[in-house]
């Protein structure tokens, strides 16, 4: 090495001065063989590079840019430009020098920029492979930041440790450093050592649900940064609270132990009718409701004497958060029909003098439970809602909400793409599903349609035309069908049954497969990133 000496100065007081002069570094021989392949690797990682910095984002892009900056450092090392700048440091007790090389340091930064990305890509996907879910913002930060360390700790033992010793870099940076950096970085170090408290506390995890204070906002946890936790609100919005902010609030994880929630509401029943039978009938619906939960069992209390009712109290568990609206819903809705079968009443709180016509009123009543009779009939010949799949108050039930509907030959039922929110049993008449390029299905009274979109929760899959007689239709809404399916599991086994049956007949669906193995998902997991990282 050819270099000029770095001129040392030191002060009067003893303390430490830095003083930087380059030089040029001559750069050794290489055999013609190796330095062909290590052209071809630089000119591999600069395709690939360009590549992913291009096209991808996140640790896939750091990957990019990590190859990108070690090429540039190894074409200017490798074409004889290398530089090296001496540090000369004047300690109290004596004088060092630290020789950097420029372009090699480069090198050697985007190789470790490059690995430590990489790394990241390959626990990523790992966790998604074997758990389902990516690492929380928090892990992945932690993770970045202890391999840095590791990184820059070999670079330097390798490079610099014989010229500097380590341990005096650490005293004399690091105690000017905690100085600084606690002053100016107080509220953010509270927020970091806070995200530490609640990961290291196992307060919750990502896709947790959470109630942020008794009564408060509701939510899914969506991640964890250093300084921050984001909750996706049940109302879409997206909550961002600081971690230290977070730590002195009651949190309530929703799903641990278990997400299993105890849920209680109040219902007025008229003083006229006996408490025993008021309790029998809704201890009935609650029992024979799939949605509440066996164990631990439902109970109904008489809780207090009102000015115009009997009050009541519902206490039944639900299996998760997530479902409790539609859960108390159908539990509502049942009870209310419940009653009213039973000829209990509700009563209003307030004195309400109305003058009906009693006569037309009673043939108006009539006229109502014959409708619903004949419908009830009507949905019993199909053989989806005989006595096998639901008992004749279900079918009353399903009957009560369904709306009978005339179609015209050739007018369509519904269209492909369009909002799925009813199922259709065929009273009279033929249709046709019409799928693009596939043979059309038929379909005859008494048979229904509709159901793969209301299982899915999906838009229409086919257009669903009348045939030339014309056809007469009940529309079951979803929300009188779905209740029915979570009471009766045998129902909706059979029903999707079939809808996966059709759904493969029509071609929207191949044959089932079967659930990957360990090994399997490896596998793919291998050969996905093996082909993210080809450079074409």
Avoid at 42 to 47: E, G, H, L, N, W
Avoid at 86 to 109: A, C, G, K, Q, W
């Amino acid at each position: 090495m050819v270099a000029k000496k770095p001129k040392m100065r030191q002060n009067a007081n003893m303390e430490s001065v830095v003083q930087v002069q380059p030089v040029v570094e001559s750069i050794p021989q290489i055999h013609p063989v190796v330095t062909t392949i290590i052209w071809l690797i630089a000119i591999y990682a600069t395709v690939l590079g360009v590549k992913l910095f291009a096209k991808t984002k996140g640790d896939s892009r750091g990957l990019g840019l990590g190859l990108l900056i070690a090429v540039v450092g190894w074409a200017g090392n490798a074409a004889g430009w290398e530089y090296v700048i001496s540090v000369v440091i004047h300690n109290p007790d004596e004088i060092s020098t630290l020789n950097v090389p420029i372009l090699r340091t480069i090198m050697e930064f985007g190789l470790l920029m490059a690995m430590v990305s990489f790394a990241l890509v390959v626990l990523s996907n790992m966790c998604i492979t074997l758990q389902g879910g990516d690492l929380i913002r928090l892990q992945k930060a932690l993770l970045r930041f202890g391999l840095w360390v590791l990184g820059i700790f070999i670079m330097y033992q390798v490079h610099f440790a014989g010229q500097y010793s380590i341990k005096t870099l650490v005293i004399g940076v690091g105690g000017a450093l905690v100085f600084v950096v606690g002053l100016g970085l107080q509220r953010t170090l509270t927020n970091l050592f806070s995200g530490f408290d609640l990961q290291a506390d196992h307060v919750f995890q990502k896709g947790d649900m959470v109630q942020i204070g008794v009564g408060g906002l509701e939510g899914v946890v969506w991640d964890t940064s250093l300084r921050s936790t984001r909750i996706h609100t049940l109302d879409g919005q997206m909550l961002i609270v600081a971690n230290g902010e977070l730590l002195t609030k009651e949190v309530l994880n929703l799903d641990h132990p278990t997400p299993a929630l105890r849920v209680r509401r109040n219902v007025g029943i008229s003083y006229t009718t006996p408490p025993m039978r008021a309790k029998d009938v809704m201890l009935q619906v609650l029992r024979q409701n799939s949605a509440v939960l066996k164990s631990p069992a439902p109970v109904v209390l008489l809780t207090s004497y009102g000015d115009s009712s009997i009050n009541y109290e519902l206490r039944f568990w639900v299996a998760d958060r997530r479902v409790l609206d539609e859960n108390v819903d159908s539990v509502l809705s049942l009870i209310w029909y419940a009653l009213r079968e039973s000829e209990i009443e509700i009563p209003f709180p307030l004195r309400t003098i109305r003058m009906v016509d009693m006569k037309a009123d009673a043939q108006h009543v009539a006229n109502v439970e014959e409708t619903v009779l004949r419908m009830e009939q009507i949905v019993a010949k199909c053989p989806l809602f005989d006595e096998s799949y639901m008992s004749s108050s279900e079918r009353r039930e399903l009957a009560r909400d369904a709306q009978e509907i005339e179609l015209a030959a050739g007018e369509l039922a519904f269209r492909q793409g369009e909002e799925s929110d009813h199922m259709y049993l065929i009273i009279r008449g033929s249709v046709s599903v019409l799928v693009k390029g596939k043979d059309p299905i038929h379909l005859h009274a008494p048979h229904w349609f509709g159901e793969m979109a209301l299982l899915l929760n999906q838009p229409r899959s086919a257009d669903v035309m009348v045939g030339e007689s014309g056809a007469s239709l009940l529309r079951f809404s979803k929300s009188s069908v779905l209740p029915v399916l979570k009471r009766r599991p045998e129902f909706e086994k059979e029903l999707r049954q079939i809808s996966e049956e059709r759904r493969i007949v029509s071609g929207l669906r191949d044959e089932a497969k079967p659930n990957r193995t360990l090994k399997e998902r490896l596998v793919r997991l291998s050969n996905r990133i093996v082909w993210s990282l080809k450079p074409w």
